[in-house]
């Protein structure tokens, strides 16, 4: 079990300090994570301590840090969080920009917006506008911010390991499905952002699922439809992006996007990808993925 520090209302090292008192058995997560605690063992529910109910950490999966560490929010920006349901992403966010500018944290579920609202008011954040819209209409209601975070609506695949019914539960018709609506929110999340932002101009791609057409081929589709790029995501967790699998072949920027395996770096199965946009409109179409010919050329 991991847990965040919440640094808008204490330190890593006092909490820890706090929860080896109650007789949890601790250790910082990793060395590229600073707020990160590691539960190894616990007399007491890590859920319910006092510590918990004030706001001075919440649970959340050591992958989800990630995007929020490449996205970088800068305080005083103007950030979007597409899918922000349960809140984890969010309130990290509102963590690093010191509760400082704003955050608008959209859910298309109106139901999970609760589980949000709490998490937000627990931990104590106060630059957080909720919102209940379908992702793909937010260029109609918000542009011109800084930063947007996509952790899209995906198959879990990445999650077999804590969930082996995953490998019976999905398919490639609703892989090919979903594949298509993170191209939609994708674009949406791209038509946001300013280009000429003085600090941002950033976009974050993440899923927990390691399928090729939910990740690397979600980006290409972008990269061949929007003016943006690829860029380091300043985290060096995980292998670099896939840049050619079976039909599949991408440009070699793609190895600048991150992908973590259960089996390798003992956490869920993820990919995020960092893009920065450079100019509006819409891209000429040059290809949308690159395959190899069956039979060859002469």
């Not at 500018?101 to 959209?106: E, P, Q």
């Not at 859910?107 to 609760?114: I, V």
């Not at 952002?193 to 690397?216: A, D, F, L, Q, R």
Request: hydrophobic content about 40%; overall charge positive; aromatic content about 8%.
């Amino acid at each position: 079990m991991v847990i965040r520090t919440n640094t808008l209302k204490v330190k890593r090292r006092d909490l820890a300090k706090a929860l080896i008192g109650r007789g949890v058995s601790l250790e910082p997560l990793a060395e590229w994570s600073k707020v990160g605690l590691k539960v190894n063992d616990s007399k007491v529910p890590i859920g319910a301590t006092p510590e918990y109910l004030a706001g001075h950490y919440i649970l959340q999966s050591p992958s989800s840090f990630l995007p929020v560490i490449a996205l970088c929010p800068q305080p005083d920006e103007v950030v979007i969080d597409m899918a922000a349901a349960p809140g984890g992403k969010t309130t990290y966010m509102a963590q690093l920009m010191k509760n400082k500018g704003t955050i608008i944290a959209n859910d298309s579920q109106k139901a999970r917006t609760k589980a949000l609202y709490a998490n937000c008011q627990r931990l104590g954040v106060s630059n957080v506008i909720i919102s209940n819209y379908d992702g793909r209409k937010l260029p109609s209601i918000v542009k011109n911010v800084d930063r947007v975070l996509l952790d899209s609506p995906c198959s879990g695949l990445g999650l077999i390991s804590r969930d082996p019914s995953m490998k019976t539960q999905k398919n490639f018709k609703e892989i090919s499905k979903l594949s298509a609506l993170q191209k939609e929110l994708l674009l949406a999340g791209i038509d946001c952002v300013n280009p000429h932002s003085k600090t941002g101009g950033y976009i974050v791609y993440s899923t927990c699922s390691v399928t090729v057409e939910e990740n690397e081929a979600v980006i290409n589709y972008a990269l061949n439809h929007r003016y943006v790029k690829i860029v380091e995501t300043g985290v060096q967790v995980g292998v670099s992006g896939v840049i050619a699998y079976k039909k599949y072949r991408f440009p070699a920027s793609m190895k600048l996007a991150r992908r973590v395996y259960p089996h390798v770096h003992n956490m869920d199965g993820f990919f995020f990808c960092k893009l920065k946009k450079f100019a509006n409109g819409v891209k000429t179409v040059s290809y949308t993925h690159l395959t190899l010919p069956t039979k060859r050329i002469v």
